[in-house]
């Protein structure tokens, strides 16, 4: 890694600063201050200085356990997911690394926890594109940063699904269950799969927030499914499509 001297911590922090004061609210300052800190600054300077992106442009999203920025590279726009490290969120997310056989050895501190938790996303998104789900391509990923494909415009990022007005539910809902059996193709159950997960970008759902994902080895992944799927049920069902828990878990185990 290239070393940080003074110089360019200092330009990176300030034009972080500049980030920072587009946002005016006292929450979102405070909200950035938590995100950018020293580490999480020598990790984006890793990824400046290994040619991955050249600057960090503004928000995305603001999720319970990280922020997403649009960044630039010589080859467009792509989005830097970066998780924060002063959060009381993670210790509750514990569960869906313990006993994924892929995590046997994490460290105890609650960096590491996080810095494993970035790790398991990048795992769980490059499994789940190599086996058809319709996810973002994950890129790279360095302590508690992970770059990741863009979904959206320069005018706007892709929206969540519950924000769009669908013209054919029943095709996004063919769409969505199609992403579920080639995960479970993959051997991984999402966990937290709903609505609020499923972004809405050109013509089809895509589905984000991966890092609890498990593999059907994990004690709970049964459960973890069957939530997913009544998830999936409950939302379409509300606008017109014939879904059936039953009928969508048999499709995605494929009988």
Known sequence: MAKLDDRALHLLETRIDALK???????????????????????LYKLISDGMIETVDYPVSTGKEGNVFHATSKKGALALKIYRVNTATFRSLSRY??????????????????????????????????AGVRVPRALTVHQNCLLM???????????????????????????????????RTAKLVHGDLSEYN????????????????????????????????????????????????????AFVQGG
């Open 97 to 130: 690394i313990v006993g994924d056989p892929r995590f046997k050895k994490i460290g105890r501190s609650f960096r590491e926890m996080v810095t494993v938790w970035a790790q398991k996303e990048f795992k769980n998104l490059q499994r789940m594109f190599d």
């Open 198 to 249: 499923l972004l809405w970008w050109d013509g089809h759902p895509w589905i984000i927030d991966c890092a609890q994902a498990v593999t059907l080895e994990h004690p709970q992944s049964e459960e973890w499914f069957q939530r997913d799927v009544a998830n999936i049920a409950r939302y379409f069902a509300r606008l017109g499509v014939d879904t059936d828990a039953k009928r969508i878990a």
């Open 21 to 43: 004061r587009t946002k005016k609210d006292d929450d979102q300052r405070k909200t950035y201050d938590q995100v950018f800190d020293h580490t999480t600054l020598m990790a």
């Open 149 to 183: 494909q863009y979904l959206g415009d320069e005018t706007m990022p892709a929206p969540v699904i519950r924000e769009v007005a669908l013209d054919d539910p029943n095709a996004a809902f063919d769409d969505v269950t199609a992403s579920m059996k080639a995960m």
